[in-house]
């Protein structure tokens, strides 16, 4: 039996398998695409901290992917995109079906299960432009060639299709909001392989189990963020938690980003699981691609981020990511810094707004050396 529920993301009821059931703060992540620099130091650090041992050799729980034509599994987007056919939005209203929508009688979501090869190229598209480069090209302005880094890791979607289509009931939904896979039930069915449309649920052979990224779940109850946020080189991510989509709170990180400036969006709201995970799109990119991935949001979300720097608390927020590996609750621009609290209101970091520049000299008195390497 199908439930009526509401997801906020395509701003519209839905078909999903089992009752609305939100809790009441949920793990949520907001990753700046523009600051990525793809150095894979997040891939590595969920990898050494979970997934060494045998049989998890092909697992990347996070991964960072050039688009348009990086993608791991081999063009997991374009399939499950290709599947559900015209995706229209009148407004913020999404108007084509979800992926459980679209599911053909008798399964849970659109589903399709990736082959061993298509695991075969974490790497493949890295660093490639939308289109071939003529010959004697010289840089343009405004640029017809373009790419950005996309960082995913599980969204701990709000309606999961991993959940849903588990025969199991393996799979289950903290009071926190992280999705995991109980390792005692699971009997390696793999539904939640092919159903989530993110290919984020992976199976282990070694085991006969699947897994997926456990959202660091040791370090977040002790007040950390996860290692794929602490250990990230270009600042870029923050993580917390969430409140509910008709209740945000103007102080918290997320909700600001999320709710309040409606900067920060999530990858596909048209496949309906209300993921978790939400990205400051790319600036460079044209609209239509931005648009197909992040939703309508997304030209305004870029104008934003564009003129940050006239919005004291936004751009204060902004220099707070990958300040601290302490979870921040609130946060709060004054005079030149920014300032983030714990759950108890004490503060634990303090930014400036401004960041300081410093400007070395060619010529250095103090030793009397000509400095040639600066600019
Ligand atoms: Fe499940 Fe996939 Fe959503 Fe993660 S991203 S919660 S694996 S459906
Ligand atoms: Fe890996 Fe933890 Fe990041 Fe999940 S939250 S991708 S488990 S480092
Ligand atoms: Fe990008 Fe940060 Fe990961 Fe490096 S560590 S690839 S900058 S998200
Ligand atoms: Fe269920 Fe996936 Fe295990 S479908 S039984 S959690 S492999």
Redesign the pocket.
């Known amino acids: 039996m199908m439930h009526k529920v509401y997801n906020w993301q395509i701003n519209r009821q839905m078909e999903y398998k089992y009752p609305e059931s939100r809790p009441k703060k949920q793990v949520a992540w907001v990753f700046d695409t523009n600051k990525c620099i793809a150095c894979q130091t997040c891939t590595l650090a969920c990898k050494s901290a979970w997934t060494s041992g045998k049989g998890q050799e092909y697992m990347f729980w996070n991964n960072v992917e050039t688009k348009p034509w990086g993608f791991y599994p081999l063009a997991w987007d374009v399939r499950i995109l290709e599947k559900l056919g015209g995706q229209k939005w009148t407004g913020n209203k999404y108007l084509g079906k979800t992926i459980f929508e679209a599911a053909p009688f008798g399964e849970e979501a659109l589903r399709w299960m990736p082959e061993e090869e298509d695991w075969s190229y974490p790497n493949i598209g890295e660093d490639e432009v939308n289109q071939q480069i003529p010959e004697k090209a010289s840089f343009k302005l405004p640029h017809l060639n373009w790419m950005f880094y996309l960082q995913r890791i599980c969204n701990h979607c709000t309606y999961p299709a991993?959940l849903a289509?588990?025969?199991?009931k393996?799979?289950y939904k903290r009071s926190d909001g992280i999705v995991l896979?109980d390792q005692k039930?699971?009997?390696?069915?793999?539904?939640?392989?092919a159903n989530c449309p993110y290919k984020k649920?992976m199976?282990r052979a070694y085991t006969g189990?699947?897994e997926k990224c456990i959202s660091c779940y040791p370090a977040v109850e002790q007040g950390l963020q996860t290692q794929c946020v602490v250990n990230c080189i270009g600042k870029i991510r923050l993580f917390g938690f969430k409140s509910i989509w008709n209740n945000p709170r103007e102080q918290n990180p997320i909700d600001y980003f999320v709710h309040i400036k409606k900067i920060a969006l999530p990858l596909y709201p048209q496949f309906g699981l209300e993921p978790n995970v939400y990205y400051i799109p790319p600036v460079h990119v044209p609209d239509k691609f931005n648009r197909q991935l992040f939703g309508p949001a997304a030209k305004e979300a870029v104008e934003l981020y564009k003129n940050a720097k006239e919005d004291k608390n936004l751009i204060g927020l902004l220099m707070l990511i990958g300040s601290t590996d302490r979870i921040i609750h609130s946060f709060k621009a004054q005079n030149e810094h920014c300032v983030g609290y714990d759950e108890k209101g004490n503060e634990i970091i303090r930014v400036p707004i401004k960041e300081p520049i410093v400007i070395r000299n060619e010529y250095d008195q103090n030793l009397d050396v000509h400095r040639l390497s600066v600019t």
């Not at 289509?165 to 199991?168: D, E, F, N």
């Open positions: 991993c289509a588990c025969p199991r393996s799979i896979i039930r699971c009997r390696g069915y793999q539904e939640c392989v649920s199976f189990k699947s």
